[in-house]
């Protein structure tokens, strides 16, 4: 069974910052691109960041500068340093092997984790 699994949200201050993990098994052999996104209470999803299949790391816009992503055998990390209430959402981490690059509509998805940040 494919499994991700999202760990490290919590609730900080404006300009702390977090950890979030995100855990894959289950996965077969071949090179899966895997991102973070992230949806706010009545927002749309949003592509948060991505390594691709060719390892080129992606992050979105308005994230550049504050959060890198990396990853080791089986877990995929998003550090956020100076966090502002914008960035108050949950996490989902999703994993796809088809494209080679993330997309909206990716294969494999966790459950997320909740991440608050207050004034």
């Known amino acids: 069974e494919v499994r991700l699994v999202e760990s490290g949200g919590g609730t900080v201050q404006a300009g702390e910052s977090l950890r979030l993990s995100c855990t894959k098994s289950g996965f077969g052999p071949g090179n899966y691109a895997v991102g973070w996104f992230r949806q706010a209470p009545g927002e749309e999803r949003e592509a948060v960041s991505c390594?691709?299949?060719?390892?080129t790391h992606y992050i979105g816009d308005s994230m550049k500068g504050r959060f890198t992503t990396s990853s080791d055998k089986n877990t995929v990390y998003l550090q956020m340093n100076s966090l502002k209430p914008e960035d108050t959402a949950v996490y989902y981490c999703a994993a796809d092997r088809s494209m080679g690059f993330c997309y909206a509509n990716m294969d494999f998805w966790g459950k997320g984790t909740l991440v608050t940040v207050s004034e």
């Open positions: 390594i691709a299949t060719d390892g």
